[in-house]
């Protein structure tokens, strides 16, 4: 990899992390409904499973999508839906908090891992990160991306979780909350519009 793209690519991923996307709403839910420090399992989730993904896509896992293009289709589909469940998931979350449902739990670091593979945004992230700043696709320059990545992306998103932290001293009551979680399923659905339109 050029070193003179590297500037360039450390402001993308800043970009591309720290903008509202399907993580960051729902690091702000889980902040602002479990507090930071049960969130940091989800933040550290998301940033090592969103480097991940970068080097497996930057080995070849696109190439699935330009020999079986129906595939894509299937993953959009997939994650419209789970995306959906969520949202709903986080609509209610006030619900199990007012009944004291301890089941309530926040996104643990595999399941956020997991979840870079449903998250629309973070599809687009990684293969334009790979196009852009890896075409020669050499491990090198996959793993720089990636390390790039990991570095600006774990702070960025861990900013929102901060804030959905910050904004517990507001919600100090189940109207509140049951707002707030509202507004947060709203976003996260309106968040899907590039995944279901492009």
């Known amino acids: 990899m050029n070193v003179d793209i590297i500037p360039a690519l450390v402001l ?7 903008t509202p996307g399907p993580n960051n709403l729902m690091l702000m839910a889980s902040g602002a409904n479990f507090g930071l420090q049960r969130t940091v399992p989800h933040m550290l989730g998301v940033g090592i499973g969103f480097s991940l993904m970068v080097i497996l896509v930057g080995l070849g896992i696109i190439q699935v999508f330009d020999r079986f293009p129906i595939s894509h289709d299937i993953l959009k589909y997939f994650s419209v839906a ?18 004291q449902n301890t089941g309530d739990k926040p996104m643990s670091f595999i399941q956020a891992v997991l979840f870079q593979w449903v998250n629309p945004k973070a599809w687009t ?13 050499s491990v090198e320059s996959i793993c720089l991306v990636a390390l790039i990545f990991g570095l600006v992306n774990i702070p960025s998103v861990s900013s929102w979780a901060v804030l959905g932290q910050q904004m517990q001293r507001l919600l100090t009551n189940i109207t509140r909350l049951r707002v707030f979680n509202g507004t947060m399923a709203f976003m996260l659905v309106l968040s899907l519009y590039p995944a279901v339109f492009t």
């Open 82 to 99: 789970y995306l959906l469940w969520l949202a709903y998931k986080i609509a209610m979350s006030s619900e199990a908090i007012k009944e």
């Open 12 to 18: 993308f991923a800043f970009v591309s992390s720290i």
């Open 125 to 137: 992230m990684a293969l334009t990160a790979i196009s852009v700043y890896a075409p020669s696709q």
